[in-house]
């Protein structure tokens, strides 16, 4: 079974500053790896995937992630916060096999961005 | 390009009323649909997820059920509301392979 583990489940930082958000997985084998953020009372929205290929993945609005299979880990990093990206991120990850692709998420980072 | 939609946006209902969410995927064929709930500062938790019209997997023993009449439409129902069936209630469609799409989430409060 696959399952996902989010460190911090709330996080602060400084607009202009670094945003790490730590997320490790535990699998068989490497799975497919996702990023999702979530505003609030809002569906959760794509921001990055690992799938195969390069390990260091962009994403949407600055983020990026790089899967590393030592480590067992896939962190999200933003060089450079805005105000904007205040909201809920959750990291997530997917069988490479099935007809269904089923995903299970981590328990989410909470990401505060204070002026 | 693909939108999904969900309805209501928001909901109260005692408990013991019942309850049917719908969510309706545009612009493709053939979508896996899934159906998550997500309580009160906590994660999503995977409640239903149909690979087609007719055929529906249960992830977790539950006061729910959930139907896939057509294609694209995925219905999630409940014929007497519990308490603890209040959250966040989002669908989400994928084509199979990779990531899934979510719709604007419905929000459930069972009084």
């Known amino acids: 079974a696959q399952s996902v583990t989010q460190l911090g489940s709330h996080v602060s930082v400084s607009e202009g500053a670094l945003v790490l958000l730590r997320c490790n997985y535990s699998s068989s084998v490497p799975p497919y790896l996702f990023w999702y953020v979530q505003y609030p009372n809002q569906g959760l929205q794509l921001l990055l995937k690992y799938t195969t290929g390069a390990t260091l993945v962009k994403g949407i609005n600055g983020f990026e992630a790089e899967f590393k299979k030592s480590e067992t880990s896939f962190h999200l990093t933003k060089p450079s916060a805005h105000m904007s990206d205040a909201a809920e991120y959750f990291c997530a990850v997917s069988p490479t096999s099935g007809s269904a692709r089923q995903l299970t998420f981590g328990s989410g980072t909470q990401l505060t961005v204070l002026p | 390009s693909q939108t999904i939609h969900q309805w209501p946006a928001t909901l109260v209902q005692p408990v013991g009323s019942p309850l049917s969410l719908e969510c309706t995927v545009e612009g493709t064929s053939n979508p896996n649909l899934y159906w998550y709930r997500q309580a009160a500062g906590r994660g999503l938790q995977l409640l239903f997820y149909?690979?087609?019209?007719?055929?529906i997997s249960s992830e977790v023993p539950q006061n729910l059920s959930a139907s896939r009449p057509q294609d694209r439409q995925f219905i999630l129902s409940s014929k007497k509301l519990l308490l603890s069936d209040s959250g966040f209630y989002l669908c989400?469609?994928?084509?199979?392979?990779?990531?899934?799409?979510f719709g604007p989430g419905t929000r459930l409060t069972v009084t």
């Open positions: 989400a469609w994928s084509g199979g392979i990779y990531e899934q799409y």
């Open positions: 149909s690979v087609g019209i007719g055929q």
